[in-house]
């Protein structure tokens, strides 16, 4: 029997093709190709969804502007589902920031509620190509309220009624931050607003100038709050300041004037229609005051016997007049007093700058009218008046001059002359 021969395995290559991980890779990359092939060239349209959370309202605005109209509400519709439909390399880069959704103004005829249809599109098709369609889906309308819309601007008034004020104190004025507001809605509404309130709310007791909250209200030509649906304004609080005044009664004094140096106005036995007069001002005015002068009378040029004079009364600034007529009679008691006319020759210039020389021309002043007690006019003499000419009180030039004089009586504090007098006067210059 022949003897077989043996023959030793041969030694081959192994192949990608038994790896087992390498065969799943090269499937699955196979398969994303074959669907990209069928995407991009046996099934191109696709259509994906987003979810946008904004209408534009302002989208061809024009259309209800042009109507003078206005929005005044919209209906809260949520989040419109749009879908978007195109190439699905294109669309799948779609996000809700990349839509507009805007509704139609189509139908807006005039005022009113209105039921609008709701678009949708790609806001920016220079970057996704005009070939993507966009649908709105859910909800598919909305709806807008339209009226005549306007203007209105008024002061804001400040409600003081709650509000308690110290004992001998009083409200001066309130101001208010700002001072007016502007409102904006449907003439329908504005119509029904007569005032804006500001209304303070304190339990504190009020007792120097201060500055509070206060809410702004809206009123009407009742003093009510009237309905209103779609109006705004500017400003919805402000801030309410306050100006608190002291009150006191205070006497009531003359400031004379028009009188020599040395004169005792107290010797004036004078009365006044009113001897007192309630006023209210800022604390640290009023607080340190223990009269009040009310007028000015000019003693050498107004002053007669047997006259009452009439008077505004002046309050000095920061004070306000809480009585009284505005009015007050000043009367003179002339009982004990007389009045004599004389010639005054003793003549004198004062206070002459060291620049000038001053001769006086004329010899006497003529008729001086002088007043005082009734024993003390009846001993007066020429020789006891003087009439002088005070330099400070007039500008000096080179040459002859007519200068004002002051008749007074040195040797008595209660006689003085009324009048206008003059000298004539030769001034020098050094």
Known sequence: MPKQESHAPENRRGSILDNHLA?????????????????????????????????NFQNSATTYTSQGLDIVQTEDVGAVRVKIEGNGTVIGGIGKEDIMVYPSYANVKGPGEVTLRLNARIANTSEYGSDVKVTVENPTTVKVV??????????????????????GNILNKSTS????????GPTSELEKITSVVAVLNTENTISDTTTLPATLELRDENGEVP???????????ANVTLTIYQVRELPLTVDFIGVPSGFD??????????????????????????????TSFDLSREFAFDRDYQRQIELPA???????SGTVTLSFDTTNMSSVTLNVFNLRAVNVPSSYDIQILSSMVNGVTLYGPR????????????????????SLTAGQMTL???????SSSRIFAVGSYTVQSEITAK
Do not use: H
């Open 23 to 55: 065969l799943v890779g090269i499937s699955i990359l196979c398969g994303f190709l074959s669907w990209m092939i069928v995407t991009m060239y046996f099934v191109p349209q696709n259509s994906n969804f987003v979810y946008v959370d904004t209408i």
């Open 146 to 167: 339209f009226d005549e819309v306007s203007e209105k601007t008024l002061p804001v008034t400040a409600d003081t009624s709650t509000i308690a004020i110290a004992d």
């Open 177 to 184: 931050a700002p001072a007016e507001v502007t409102l904006r």
């Open 227 to 237: 309905e209103l649906t779609y109006t705004t304004m500017d400003a919805e609080s």
């Open 265 to 294: 106005t107290a010797s004036l036995q004078y009365s006044l229609s009113q001897q007192t007069l309630k006023v209210a001002g800022p604390a640290r005015i009023v607080s340190g005051m223990q009269e009040l002068s009310v």
């Open 318 to 324: 920061g004070l306000v007049a809480q009585d009284g």
């Open 375 to 394: 024993e003390e006019i009846q001993a007066l003499s020429a020789a006891s008046v003087q009439a002088e000419v005070d330099c400070a009180s007039v």
């Open 404 to 410: 004002p004089v002051t008749v007074r009586v040195p």
